[in-house]
């Protein structure tokens, strides 16, 4: 996350957001780049905008704030803080009625607001806090290969405080309506890998949160810059050390390698 000398204006427009380098993304289950994000923020909000492709885009036919993410289009941010003095949330963001909302489901909030989420199959979930999120910002447009999505969250409303160097528990999804805007037909995220996450058939499963599958997010100061991964040159002498380990069952494996700060810096 970069701190911003000037908030960006939540117009749906990038431009803002060209010199933030740092750009992070979205994969689905192929392997495939579905969105890109970048993070801001400063005293007063978190800011994000999101690049999502798609080719049904901005469609969503929830007809309930709390039920955002079934019905649709949407984009989520999951957020907590490292030593769970703060409750985990999941801010959702998408079109709603005649134009957009931004709707907090927090399983426990000091503020009571209760939503039960029910199917027959899975029983249910009720969660202590699922609302409009007081004060945020959130504006969206159709472009050539999907759309753009921006978001201004307060940082009061989250019940969160940012700082230099302030690490939080993270996450970000991307829900993809079917062809007609009718339903959510897919789903991918950022860093949640599981058959819950996945899932767009259980609105039980769909709405619970994972902290224990999310990455991190770290305010920076200045930008940090993107992280490339660079191929090892062939002709080098370098020699590294055998990684070995038993699989339960017969299963593909995927290595990720990050530096100091967390940044991937390759994905063989």
Known sequence: MVRLATPPVVDGDAGDWKHVTAVHEIRDQRGEVVARFRLGWDD????ALFNVRDDSPLKNAATAIQELFKGGDAVGLCLGTTDGSTANQRIVAGPFGAGFAVMAMRPKWQKKSPYRYFTSAS???????????????VAAKAVGDGYVLELALPWKALG?????GTIFTFDTQVVFSNPGGTANAATAWWRS????????WDIVAEARLHPELWGRARCFVNDPGPRIA???D?????????????????AEVSLVIKDASGWVVAEP
């Open 234 to 250: 062939a002709t080098s002498s370098a020699r590294g050390v055998p990684i070995s380990f038993e699989l339960p069952r017969p």
């Open 44 to 47: 007063q909000a978190c800011y």
């Open 160 to 164: 969160l405080t940012p700082g230099a």
């Open 193 to 200: 890998v599981g058959a819950d996450t996945a899932s767009v």
């Open 230 to 232: 660079v191929k090892a």
């Open 123 to 137: 029983g249910e979930l009720v969660y202590e806090h699922v609302a409009e999120l007081a004060g945020a910002q």
